[in-house]
């Protein structure tokens, strides 16, 4: 799936069902740093392929997080081997693809700093009725992770390494991810 054979990603739209999941594997990542990540890369056009999985290596382990859909969110470990070829549905020759090892540079700079935090995020989804035009919520869905840096200096405010929803893609972000009121954070606690 996603471009790798083996890939079996487990999807979750339930932000409490992923807490469940994954509780304790990610409180044991609090104090330790990511050391590196990768992300699918199209080398004809010289882009991240937004698609594929984001690979986070922490003490040898990879993480790989999937956004899928407007709802769904997966997190595997160690499920396939950054080795394996790489081929978008049969599209290899128009669409090559590589993991680019530490692929996007603003997210370099976190690097090596301490996790004091993981965050999983949710989104809630406003919508509007197009017979009333009335706003209606339609409940909070997993959007994604974030992992809260050991800031440089008090004003540093890109201390995270976010992975969210990016409207069916994947989406990175150095900042805290916000908007208009609708994202939530469920904090990983054991």
């Known amino acids: 799936m996603l471009g790798i054979p083996t890939y079996k990603p487990k999807f979750y739209n339930s932000a409490e069902s992923f807490r469940i999941e994954f509780d304790k594997i990610l409180f044991e990542l609090i104090g330790k740093s990511i050391d590196r990540f ?96 009335e706003k209606y919520e339609t409940g909070d869905i997993l959007t994604g992770i974030e992992f809260v840096l050991e800031k440089e200096s008090e004003s540093d405010n890109d201390n995270f390494f976010s992975i969210h929803n990016g409207l069916d893609q994947n989406a990175l972000s150095t900042t805290e991810i916000q908007y208009q009121n609708q994202i939530k954070r469920i904090k990983i606690t054991v």
């Not at 392929?49 to 040898?60: A, K």
């Not at 997190?75 to 950054?82: A, C, K, R, V």
């Open 38 to 133: 990768w992300i699918m890369w199209n080398t004809k056009e010289n882009e991240w392929l937004t698609d594929g999985p984001i690979v986070l290596e922490i003490e040898g382990k990879r993480f790989e997080f999937t956004a899928y859909k407007l709802d769904e969110f997966s997190l595997t470990i160690n499920s396939f081997e950054l080795t394996d070829k790489l081929d978008w549905y049969g599209l290899e020759k128009e669409m090559p693809l590589v993991w680019k090892k530490d692929g996007k540079s603003e997210l370099t700079k976190n690097l090596n700093k301490p996790i004091i935090g993981i965050n999983i995020l949710t989104y809630n989804f406003l919508s509007q009725s197009v017979e009333t035009g």
